[in-house]
């Protein structure tokens, strides 16, 4: 099976699995750590402990809110002790459900594909919406009054 930690600053991971629920249902192989305001101590141990819990057979990925935040990087250096997780940072909803939904685990270049599509989604819809093409309005024509309805 595959597990997938999701691990912000804040509420964002939170939120993410929230998101995952209200679109999937139950997400039991989605687990959330978060490193919040006031805390001093990296995530590491917490992390540390629920990869501890799971099959030694599951692909774990943890995926981080932003690359090079204290976040990210207690998760790179975790990963250099542990060859059992991958670490994928700027985590999106594209990526995370097409990880929780992955049925095989996800690696190479299936896994670099992933990411580039999960990219794709990132878009400035003004800017996109400014440059297509509108389409002509219709002139709408007043039915006769003697027009049946």
């Not at 691990?7 to 991971?13: D, F, T, V």
């Not at 501890?52 to 690359?67: G, W």
């Not at 996800?106 to 599509?117: N, P, S, T, Y």
Request: neutral net charge.
């Amino acid at each position: 099976m595959n597990q997938l930690i999701l691990a912000s600053h804040g509420g964002l991971a939170e939120g993410a699995r929230d998101t995952l629920s209200m679109v999937l249902g139950d997400v039991q192989n989605v687990h959330v750590v978060s490193l919040k305001r006031d805390d001093k101590d990296p995530i590491t141990k917490e992390v540390e402990a629920l990869i501890d819990s799971f099959d030694p057979a599951d692909t774990v990925y943890v995926c981080t809110d932003m690359l090079g935040s204290s976040v990210n990087n207690s998760m790179v250096e975790l990963m250099g002790k542990r060859s059992d997780i991958t670490v994928i940072s700027g985590m999106n909803m594209p990526l995370v459900l097409s990880l929780v939904t992955a049925t095989e685990p996800v690696q190479g270049a299936e896994l670099a594909k992933l990411i580039r599509d999960a990219r794709r989604g990132l878009r400035n819809c003004a800017a996109a919406c400014a440059t297509a093409p509108r389409p002509k309005r219709s002139r709408l024509v007043p039915l006769p009054p003697s027009a049946p309805m």
